[in-house]
Each structure stands twice: as C-alpha cells, then as structure tokens.
C-alpha cells in the first residue's frame, strides 16, 4: 500500500496534534513539514541573511546540509552538524517563516528533504502542500479546518502554555493573514489537493478526528 498519509490545512487547524496521534496509533512515522522550513528560517537567520536578499539565500540553500534521522517515532533533521531544537519555535523564526518558506527556491529545497523521509518507512506528513505538491500521489490525503475563531483561541491557548503573551485579537490578525499569504503565494499555495478528505474541526475533539483518520486508511488495508 502506499505509505503516505497527507495532512494538510491552514495554522492551528490541530494538524500537528492529529498527525502525531495518528502516526502513533498506526505505529508510522510523523513528519512536521513546518519545521523544515522553520529550519531553513533559523538558519538564514544565525547566517543574517534578509528574507529579500535572494542572492544570499541562495548561496546558503547550495551549502546547506540538512541531514535526516529518526527521533522517538518523528523524522527529523540536522543543519550542518546542529540540531535547532527548540529554537524553531523562536518568536524570530515564527515571525520570519512565513516569507522565507513562499520563496521558490527554498521550497524546492525543502519539498525534495521531505519527499526523503519515506525511505525510512509509512509516514505521516502535515503542512501545507503536502497532497498538492511534495506527495500527490498519496493514497491517503485529509484536509483539516477549522473557524478562523476557533483556530485563534487554540493558537492563543498555545502560546500562553509557552508563556508568551498574546492577545486573542492579534492572534486572530496574524491568523488570517498567514492563511491569505498562504493561499495566494504563486509557489504551491495552500489548497485542498485533489481527491482530499475535508474535516471540519470546529467543533470535534481531536480523538474523533483522529478516529475518522485512522478509519479511513484501515478501511483500505492500512493497519500499520
């Protein structure tokens, strides 16, 4: 069987947390695109390159060595030798991602380091062009919303778990322009790929989405 599962769908649409879960309970690999391209931001950003200066960018993208290896059932990555960590979530990194991954070529970069981790075995992936672009032939591919309120009070209740202040208010501005840049970059904006399964996260739990996940890639044979 095909042995991608594709997650995509807007921020604080509860990708992360589903596709972990799913990716436990299948006993298969979760990969966070995301933190590739946060990956890629902090690098640019210990190098003190501008997002706009593309020459540059380029030039780091030619010497970057991101290198892939697996870490209590993720696959994750190291650049040039160091593993970012928690850096990736870095206000810095949160803030600069967004422009930095709509660059051409540092999603070329990046959609060829994922499309690298299915060799180490069934992944699940979740971002944002994950059915559309990195893996558009998968056999499995969901596409998971939620109201942009709803979206704003989780991404809120994130933050402050991080200790980080934030305003419900901002963080439902910043919510909705993310989702506009995403989905009006020219590189593979955020889109429902085709043959996708939509999920309206609203007003479920993230146990019944992820029963509704698992249901459908064992209804077809995929019992991990």
Do not use: C
């Not at 059932?73 to 709509?102: C, Q, T």
């Not at 660059?103 to 075995?121: C, H, K, N, Q, Y």
């Not at 939620?146 to 305003?167: C, F, I, V």
Request: no cysteine; glycine share 10%.
């Amino acid at each position: 069987m095909n042995g991608v599962i594709a997650v995509d769908g807007p921020s604080a649409s509860g990708k992360s947390t589903v596709s972990r879960r799913v990716a436990a309970e299948l006993g298969w690999l979760y990969v966070d695109s995301g933190s590739f391209y946060r990956g890629v931001t902090w690098k640019l950003l210990r190098e003190g390159v501008p997002a706009d200066d593309s020459a540059r960018i380029l030039q780091v993208l030619r010497g970057l060595n991101m290198a892939l290896f697996l870490h209590e059932g993720a696959v994750e990555f190291e650049i040039d030798g160091v593993r970012p960590g928690a850096d990736l979530r870095a206000p810095a990194v949160r803030e600069r991602v967004s422009p930095v991954s709509a660059i051409p070529e540092v999603r070329a970069f990046v959609t060829a380091r994922l499309r690298e981790t299915a060799r180490f075995g069934p992944i699940v992936m979740e971002g944002r062009d994950i059915g559309s672009v990195v893996f558009p032939d998968a056999l499995f591919k969901f596409y998971l919303d939620a109201s942009a309120e709803e979206r704003a009070k989780r991404r809120h209740g994130d933050l402050l778990a991080r200790r980080e202040q934030a305003e419900v208010g901002r963080v439902l501005e910043s919510l909705q322009s993310r989702d506009r840049r995403d989905s009006t970059r020219a590189t593979a904006p955020l889109k429902v790929a085709p043959g996708a399964q939509v999920i309206d996260s609203t007003a479920l739990s993230v146990e019944e989405v992820v029963r509704r996940i698992v249901t459908a890639v064992r209804g077809v044979g995929g019992k991990g």
